[in-house]
């Protein structure tokens, strides 16, 4: 038996131990699920991946336009099914819709949502019928969007917005919907939703880059929606324990962030094989030059895993799942053979257990698309 593959099955059986004791959760809110909820929305256990060799010139770091604007057209018509783009946008969006756009820009400058990515997701939103006026790219953190400077990528009045204008305020965030728990017997024990989840906007396109991470194992999907549209989250780590297991589904599950998420765009045309979320050394970065496109935000970052464990394999790192006290030391920064918590990378399974998508391989439909 392989080494990843004994690994994996090891902590198959972890993850079920440590489904039997988690933390007691107390979810608050006073909105109901829709009947079709975003996640896993219309097409469950469906991704679309879309390759493209010339998306990004990996000397420069420079991304084709172009090459963007027709990996999205693909992957959306193949999603949908739909005879063109437009269509495609149209079977998600109407005219009368406010759309978040949930960007990441932990590991600004070197990998984030990029700006040619988001900018055309932009364009078509308003090419679906859209005012620039109701579309909003937003981030936990303004300084980390400052980074990137989306607002030189799109069309005036589109809105650039981060939650806490400054560290730890909690102004940006809705006091009557909110995940509580006590994880290691913290002051505040509350994580609240982003008002601008429950108070304006009717739907979100998710953002996600392609990336490992140091607690939960990988950063996709799940992560940068249930992470970045919450306050207090960053307690959920002590020493080398995290509570990603469970904490990233359970706040993906809350009423109405669940409902309202109706589609998850991966930006993996870079990514992070190592010290993520941030990029803390150049080696680390990689270039999948990939999009995924799905409603399911379980299914592609199954397909994650597999794209974080193969370059990491090449690399001649442990592995995400490598659940090893000897792995845990300084260095993480600088060394991928060593780890600063213990992974979890099973929170996606996890999540997949709590409704929110398919995480068995064999039922995850992927069609390839090569651009």
Request: with cysteine; hydrophobic share 35%.
């Amino acid at each position: 038996m392989e080494r990843r593959t004994f690994l994996t099955l090891a902590a198959s059986s972890a993850l079920a131990k440590a489904s039997s004791d988690l933390p007691k959760y107390r979810t608050v809110s006073r909105f109901q699920p829709a009947a079709t909820p975003g996640m896993p929305g219309k097409y469950p256990g469906a991704v679309v991946r879309v390759r493209a060799a010339k998306s990004i010139d990996t000397t420069t770091g420079k991304i084709d336009q172009q090459v963007v604007r027709e990996m999205m057209a693909q992957g959306m018509r193949g999603l949908t099914g739909a005879p063109d783009a437009r269509e495609a946008w149209r079977s998600f969006f109407s005219p009368s819709d406010v759309v978040g756009i949930k960007v990441n820009c932990s590991g600004a400058p070197g990998v984030m949502s990029s700006p040619e990515v988001v900018a055309e997701i932009v364009r078509n939103l308003m090419d679906a019928g859209l005012p620039a006026k109701q579309i909003w790219i937003y981030e936990r953190f303004p300084d980390q969007m400052d980074e990137v400077r989306y607002d030189r990528y799109v069309p005036s009045g589109v809105n650039v917005d981060g939650i806490e204008k400054s560290r730890g305020s909690i102004s940006g965030y809705d006091p009557a919907t909110y995940v509580e728990v006590d994880f290691f017997g913290e002051d505040d024990t509350r994580s609240m939703l982003a008002r601008h989840v429950s108070q304006r906007f009717t739907k979100i396109v998710n953002v996600p880059n392609m990336k490992d991470h140091g607690a939960s194992g990988v950063t996709g999907c799940l992560k940068n929606i249930a992470y970045g549209n919450f306050s207090n989250v960053a307690r959920s780590h002590q020493n080398s324990k995290t509570n990603t297991l469970s904490f990233i589904g359970t706040l993906a599950m809350v009423e109405p962030l669940r409902s309202k998420t109706v589609l998850q765009i991966m930006d993996g045309l870079r990514g992070v094989w190592h010290g993520g979320p941030f990029v803390h050394q150049p080696r680390f970065r990689f270039y999948p030059k990939q999009m995924m496109f799905g409603t399911d935000p379980v299914a592609i970052d199954r397909l994650l895993l597999d794209v974080i464990e193969e370059k990491r394999k090449q690399e001649h790192a442990i592995s995400v799942w490598n659940r090893s006290s000897q792995t845990l030391h300084n260095g993480f920064e600088h060394d991928p053979n060593a780890n600063n918590f213990v992974r979890e990378p099973g929170h996606i399974e996890f999540a997949g257990g709590l409704g929110l998508g398919t995480y068995d391989i064999r039922k995850i439909k992927e069609k390839a698309i090569q651009v």
